[in-house]
């Protein structure tokens, strides 16, 4: 290993699946070089070895058997590809080339550029900040580009001496070249302090004077406002007026157009996929000039694009102001191998807008560079609506009727669980309201908006005493819904998590009539188990218990909502239920009805030998009063039979008069 290179210029990537390579090895006469990707959980080192694809060199005349000599390697911000600078000889035949891997995809490209005509000499590679793959390479005295994805090409040649060939000197080396933000491009050669400027997509250099710059030895430097300084051996800085030697070098040259502006204000922009960005310039120029404001794109293939144009005129003069739309071109509904198609989705793209006529003579800023991130932005999460103060209980016990086996059976135990204190206190809720969650959609602390996605639920501790309101006829469906029981009936190869059995890889909508699947005539009429914050659907409680709680899991199963995986946690609590508003079970009406059995029996039996007493009691003193009066009594079985009705009337008026 001989050469080692840093990714000391390149932003970050901001696509989570892709490996962040922070630096490159390679031997100077090798075919292979080492990619670092930093550390494992073992803090072990990771390196990959890379071998160049041989076959690539056949254009440029050369076989399998070329000898291969690494010059430079240079990150492609922010495609996540390589440049891989090399001097290839075979025989009597040399070139220079230019590789390209991507390591993504682990393909080789090569871009339609070789110089034949090779100085000796180390060369070193840069790629430029632009939509369409740009790069500059240069050797001791000569500086090369390459713009528009390899297609416009040459060397830079100084303006009014046409030569190539850079310095006062025959001893001058190019010691530094930089490249600002806005797209200015700087050579400081050694050791004369010799200045050349030129700007990206421009194909001259113009000759800068060396009077501001400190006489010892000194580098120079872009600061975040992009102001060229230069700094020497004991720190001192001081600042080079850039722009106003420039202006002075291209005078009396007049840019093409009067004033370019535009909107962005952000590093990096990250566009999820349910969402847009609308970025917007605008371009001032004469009336008797054509130019127009380019719109340009690392990746147009995965993005939608929408272009608005309204013009202003003034006298001689009109102003373009370009809006531009974009959106993902994603389309994840429905497909078989969803995690892959997400994954080839979610990159980060260059957008540029610029004039379309342009030279060293307009003043900067000449073009709009913007990163976007196709991607899950980061931190972006669900918040569910709850309170924030409240006494939690360490545990409670759910009961063995509000708990169901795998089958679908009751359970025969109740179930003691813990409260998990993470997902913060429980939303209390009256048991015969419906409920639904009020969530919503958080970047870190800030809030994007309600979400209004299609998602389901779970009660992670298997309780099943809640229900829907909604059938899926109410909700809209033309065909059978999904639901939890059919879901979990496609995975019989053992434990599966709640996630992993319905979520956006595998949600289907009901909102079609699905021709390969006949629904029966009360399919609709099961409940629905959707929910959405803008749906007729909601939970309805079936519960007895005063202290009945729940513990849900949210999970977004929209495919089209959102690049991240959406899953929050909430408990709820329920309130309101009394022991007189229990609703009875089987056991319990049972119960109290052979209660009322056993006492209506218990009152009957007990009024008749009531009654038969009684009776006995009156029949014996009308004989006893018939005796005293001397009337024959009854007796015998002839007592009852015997009386006669006026008789005893006569008797119980007279008993009741005494």
Known sequence: MKLLKGRHHCMPSTVEQLNIIHAVAWGADSQAFYLYYGKDTTSSSIFKQVMILMELLQPFGFNNNANVNIHDIAFDCPSGKLGVLANVTQDMSHALVILVYNTVTNEWTNLPYWIDDVQDGVYSMMFLNTAESALLFWNSNQIYYSYQNGFDVGTME??????????????????????????????????????????????????????????????????????????????????????????????????????????????????DLARQLSLSASLTYPLYYFNTIKVLSSSEK??????????????????????????????LYGVDDYTEQKEGAMTDIILEMKPEMTDMSCKLPDAMTVHVSLGCPPGRHLQVHKPTQCQMRANYTIPRSALQNEGGSVSTSSKEVLYNQDIGCPIKTHY????????????????IEEMAANYILWEVHGRSDYSYTATMQQAGCQSRAQTWEKMQQSFNDGEQAQEGIWGPHNYRHCFFENMTTPRGDDDLLQPYEILNSTGVNKIVWDTWRNDSIYQFTVLVIDPQYSFCHLQTSFGVSLIGLNP???????????????????????????????????????????????????????????????????????????????
């Not at 144009?309 to 006298?315: G, V």
């Not at 001397?630 to 008026?653: L, T, Y």
Request: hydrophobic share 40%.
């Open 580 to 658: 007189s508003d229990a609703p009875t079970t089987t056991i319990m009406r049972l119960s109290i009805g052979l209660f009322a059995i056993l006492t209506l029996s218990l009152a009957f039996v007990s009024y008749i030998i009531f009654r038969k007493k009684h009776i006995e009691e009156h029949e014996l003193y009308f004989a006893q009063d018939d005796e005293e009066n001397g009337e024959p009594g009854p007796s015998g079985d002839d007592v009852a039979p015997s009386i006669n009705i006026f008789n005893v009337a006569r008797k119980r008026h007279k008993w009741a008069a005494e």
């Open 302 to 331: 995965l993005l939608k694009q929408q272009v608005v144009d309204k013009f202003e005129y003034y006298q001689g003069w009109q102003t373009l102001n370009r809006t531009l739309i974009i959106k993902s071109r994603a389309s």
């Open 158 to 271: 100084v303006l009014s001496c046409n030569t190539s060939v850079l310095g006062s000197t025959p001893d001058d080396i190019i010691r530094q070249v930089l490249v600002s933000d806005h797209g200015d491009i700087v050579i400081l050669m050694y050791p004369s302090n010799t200045l050349y400027y030129s700007r990206i997509n421009q194909h001259h250099l113009i000759k800068l004077s060396a009077n501001e710059l400190p006489g010892v030895q000194h580098l120079l430097f872009f600061d975040s406002l992009g102001r060229l300084n230069s700094i020497t051996n004991n720190s001192s800085v001081s600042p080079y007026p850039l722009a106003l030697h420039v202006a002075g070098s291209v005078y009396p040259e007049v840019c093409k157009y009067r004033h370019f502006d535009h909107n962005s204000t952000a590093d990096v922009y990250y566009l």
């Open 432 to 447: 015969k309201d419906t409920f639904l969650p009020a969530i919503d959609l958080y970047d870190g602390d800030v809030l």
